[in-house]
């Protein structure tokens, strides 16, 4: 087993499973753009790598990731001349999931929010502890979906769970997201990673070749209705960021308020 501790994200191999740990515990594993480029930097390298058969994704600390880093994205609307974007960004690492060849197994081991919620999308096999819960706050930070999740969510949650989970800006507790279809597997907290990594090591075992050519026949149909689906988010992301609704909701996140989208 080898281990990499001075990054965003840690990594680790055993049995041909590689297991990548989202690493900022003190910010709920929130993405900035060091993670976001860390961790599309491990999976191209896992994807590259002829000892990798699954990749095990979770996080660590008390959440699995609080989606973007809101304080981030705020010096990006406020200051964008001056904003430094990483090497691949939020985009960067969504083109990486939709490609990723190999299983991805994602552990949910705490909150998921954002894209802790909507990576889900992209997970072949997905297990959560039963004391975790998720939200995507788009509608909370007047802003669209993300990651697919339009298209994604739909498909695996039909089409009343996913308006819930995508309009509402409501916690969906691990109970919840196991009856809506987003996860497959519920444990115990203490039994996750085990659990995630009993299967992981059971497709692990299996030839590489194999599992690539598998996943690989399953989603090439939906490459393309991906694809446009996160072309309609994006421009709705950038028709929405910098709006008064957009701006309200970030300045109600820097002071802890609850943000008063009545009078906008």
């Avoid at 993405?31 to 930097?41: G, I, K, P, R």
């Avoid at 058969?53 to 809101?70: E, H, I, S």
Wanted: aromatic share 6%; charged share 20%; hydrophobic share 50%.
């Amino acid at each position: 087993m080898s281990a990499t501790t001075e990054s965003p994200i840690l990594v680790s191999d055993e049995n041909r499973v590689r297991t990548i740990t989202l690493n900022r515990p003190d910010a709920l594993n929130a993405c900035n753009e060091a993670l976001y480029d860390s961790l599309t930097e491990g999976l191209l390298a896992a994807a590259a790598d002829r000892s990798v058969a699954v990749v095990l994704l979770t996080g660590a600390g008390r959440a699995f990731c609080a989606g973007t880093d809101l304080v981030e994205m705020g010096a990006r609307v406020l200051d964008p001349d001056n904003f430094v974007d990483g090497k691949h960004g939020f985009l960067g690492l969504i083109d990486t999931l939709v490609d990723f060849p190999k299983p991805l197994v994602v552990a949910v081991n705490g909150l998921g929010l954002g894209i802790g919620a909507t990576i889900l999308g992209f997970a072949d096999l997905a297990f959560m502890s039963t004391t975790a819960k998720l939200k995507c706050p788009f509608t909370s930070l007047a802003v669209a979906p993300e990651a697919a999740s339009s298209f994604l969510f739909p498909r695996l949650l039909g089409h009343q769970a996913a308006t819930w989970m995508l309009l509402s800006s409501e916690w969906v507790s691990a109970a919840e997201a196991h009856e809506m279809g987003l996860v497959w597997k519920l444990t115990e907290p203490d039994d996750l990673l085990p659990e995630a990594r009993r299967h992981a090591e059971v497709l692990a075992a299996k030839p590489i070749s194999s599992l690539v050519a598998c996943k690989g026949v399953m989603l090439a149909p939906l490459k393309a209705e991906i694809a446009a689906a996160r072309e309609r988010e994006n421009q709705c992301f950038i028709d929405l960021l910098g709006t008064p609704e957009n701006n309200e909701a970030l300045a109600a996140f820097a002071e802890g308020r609850d943000p008063d989208f009545t009078n906008l």
